[in-house]
């Protein structure tokens, strides 16, 4: 571990000078990038209460501190090798994994590396208003704990850019700066990421389901046979955990206010919002939006790169060691396909349907985190729940994304979709009430905007009213 360098990591980068001076040469693009394009002003004066990953063993993980922002020690760190690794499935399961890129793979390799380093820096600028609106510090904090460790994860991607793909990849590294999240000539890769996160509740779920796409995604590439790209995702993978607990908890601690609010108010049938609240159906829209633009990050249904990737054993399937089967060449995947304008079955390739495996698992675990939602909403005595839409709904990539259906996966026209897709997605009027309770940023220690219920526990066994963001006089 060598956190007292110039760029923190434990890939030995002082060994390898001429890969020290291309990301040296690369960090101070990335600064000037997050000073204009990171956490709005929050870049000088704030000093935020931030754990900072300086190795990968537990002590030196769980380094706490306060930080001003562009301070962040942003490192390179790989998770420790497994000793004598081989690639676990695809045509060359049981060979020994790859310590470089071999030829012929380079160009799908860069390319997946590429679009999940997009997504890091893309969510950092999507988020860059929010500190203005924050509910509380603890909020304040998490939110930027997420930022820098999203900043983290490009530099993660980026290393692997400079030390495996030469000119190509440091061209692909300054590329990664110059795109932004929404922008008409220059857009983020993948299209959640061009989706403007300007209140709260976005924040949440976004944190909720589209970093759980990241989960499933980096699980995926944590098996790939490319062993530094593995050993990378699988420390990057420790970190996501926290931005869902961020997405999931934020969310539940909504559901707690506005369940306390209904029981406060005259009747059950009053609108949440007269009293400052969020209400539980727009809670289901925004629901209803980020978990079909999470389902589209997941590719096409049936997919020649994604059956390429598995057979090159560039990418597996989550918890790729549970099956049995780890070549499925002889496989199939019964799936409900668009054929004609008409949902028929069909036998689809297994290898083809990789897409959809990694969907089926992503969408079990979305639905665990939304029974326990509905386990709070119960507990408090409400009886409406909240549900996933189904798959083919709003969707924007694949196969469905050409027709309309209802959150129940109903098939309807264009004409009924244009007259009541507002009831099933966020609309201006949601928006704009969002933005009415989240005008003033809550800025004093232990006190919570009043449409979201304090934390169960503070940071780091710190009290709820800690001071996580400082300003500096
Ligand atoms: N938007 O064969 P297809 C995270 C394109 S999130 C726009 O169906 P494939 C994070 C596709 O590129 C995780 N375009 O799909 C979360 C292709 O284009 P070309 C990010 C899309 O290639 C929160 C065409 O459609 N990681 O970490 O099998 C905060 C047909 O493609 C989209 C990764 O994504 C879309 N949604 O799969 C911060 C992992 N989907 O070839 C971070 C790396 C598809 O026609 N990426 N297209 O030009 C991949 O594994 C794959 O690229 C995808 C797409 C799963 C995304």
Redesign the pocket.
Known sequence: MLSNERIPNNVNLSDDKRLQRALEYWQPKYLDWWRDMGPHGFQDYHQVYLRTAISVDARGWAHFDYVKLPEYRWGIFLAEPEPHRQIGFGDFQGKPAWQEVPGEFRNQLR??IV??GD??PA?VEQQRELGTRCPSLYDLRNLFQVNVE?GR?LWAMVYLLHSYFGKDGREEAEALLQRTSGNTDKPR????FNEPIENWLDFFM?TMF??R??KS??MS?SQSALDPLSRTTRFMLTEEAH?MFVGESGIARILQRTCELLRTSTSLSEDVRNLGGIDLSMIQRHLNFWFSRSL?????EV????AA?FANGL?GRAKEESFQDHVLLNEIYPMTVVDGGRLVSRDVPMRNAM?EVLRDWYVGDCQAGVDRWNALLERHGISDRLVLPDRKFNRL??MFSGLHFDPSGRKVSDEEWARRSHEWLPGPGDKAYLLSIMAKPVFERGRFANYIAPPAKGINQKPIDFEYVRTEA
């Open positions: 390319r997946l679009t999940q997504t890091e969510s999203e994860h890769i993948l299209e959640a976004f589209t970093d796409d990241g995604q980096l590439l931005h589209d990050l997941h590719g096409g997919s020649t790169n994604a990737y990418k897409n990539i694949g």
